[in-house]
């Protein structure tokens, strides 16, 4: 299955959870406006692209868990952006949430953003005991013991100097988590035992890092038109970012190692269990700055 067939699966369980429900149009008309702005959806691409590596045939309830995944990731972008958090006018290239359908309903669309996902995993053709994990890992990666708290750590690190360890830590819950699951619940999905699915995340937990690194790096360097937003936001905002605290040059170093060390656990993964780790080199490689 390609990458186009594997994308079509999730907008198709997008599609079909919203369907033509009015029980609140404008509720739907703001949720699913985020939830089409684009984007390179690959949150939900590595979670079906690592089952495929683990030689799982790729079925509609895999797609469900992609597209709960990506609903709470896009629920974030609509929260992120709003004027107590980020306030940004532009997401994507297109008017942010609020700036389209108001502060209060967008606020509510990012609500249900985060509260529709595990009532699309609990539908899902997969043994409970599956699901309940998956259920339980989505929350955890999300809530107050991940990105909502890397949040909260980010905004509170405003206007600091922040070292390192800290800046790490913040990233680790912010960005991090959410790229993590996807190798994560691939695991799980596919019966793994403990020790690999640590391994898988693990992975998740280096490119999530990477990803952040990376996103840095783009705020600074990075033009609207190539990111879709206001570039130098972070810096507008006082914020601690890997260029702030190494230097331009040395975060691109870093970002680079750091996908090195993602390559070099899935080297690994592939000794211990039938795994095709190649598509997801080709990720990997992706993210890759030129130093």
Same mark, same amino acid.
């Given at each position: 299955?390609? &990458? ?19 029980? +609140?149009?404008?509720?739907?008309? *703001? ?34 868990? *992609? ?18 958090? #980020? #306030? ?10 609020? &700036? ?11 609500? +249900? !953003?985060?509260?529709?996902?595990? +009532? ?19 929350? !955890? ?7 909502? +708290? ?23 819950? &912010?960005?991090?988590?959410? !790229? ?56 507008? *905002?006082? &914020? ?18 750091? !996908? ?15 795994? #095709? ?15």
């Amino acid at each position: 299955m390609n &990458k186009q067939e594997k994308l079509a699966l999730v907008e198709s369980a997008l599609e079909e959870f919203y369907g033509d429900q009015q029980l +609140a149009a404008n509720l739907r008309e *703001a949720v699913l406006y985020s939830i089409h702005a684009g984007g390179k959806r690959i949150r939900p691409y590595l979670l079906l692209e690592v089952l495929e590596s683990l030689q799982v045939p790729i079925t509609i309830a895999h797609a469900q868990v *992609a597209a709960a995944l990506e609903m709470i990731h896009t629920g974030s972008l609509i929260h992120d952006d709003l004027p107590a958090m #980020d #306030d940004d006018d532009f997401r994507r290239g297109s008017l942010t949430n609020h &700036k389209k359908f108001g502060e209060a309903l967008a606020i509510l669309a990012g609500d +249900a !953003l985060f509260l529709d996902p595990y +009532a699309l995993i609990a539908q899902a053709n997969l043994p409970n005991e599956i699901k309940v994990d998956l259920i339980a890992s989505l929350s !955890l990666s999300s809530g107050s013991m991940g990105m909502v +708290a890397g949040q909260v750590l980010d905004m509170e690190g405003e206007g600091k100097h922040l070292n390192l360890e800290e800046l790490q830590t913040i990233h680790a819950n &912010k960005t991090g988590k959410l !790229l993590a699951f996807p190798f994560q619940a691939a695991g799980v999905i596919a019966e793994l035992d403990e020790n690999l699915q640590i391994q898988l995340k693990t992975v998740g937990e280096l490119i999530g890092l990477a990803f952040q690194v990376r996103d840095d790096i783009l705020d600074v360097t990075a033009s609207f038109e190539e990111i879709g937003k206001t570039p130098q936001k972070d810096l507008q *905002a006082e &914020k601690s970012t890997y260029p702030a605290l190494l230097g331009l040059d040395e975060a691109k170093v870093f970002c680079n190692r750091t !996908l090195n060390q993602a390559n070099e656990k899935l080297d690994v993964i592939s000794q211990l269990v039938d795994f #095709d780790k190649e598509p997801i080199v080709k990720i990997v490689e992706s993210l890759r700055i030129n130093a």
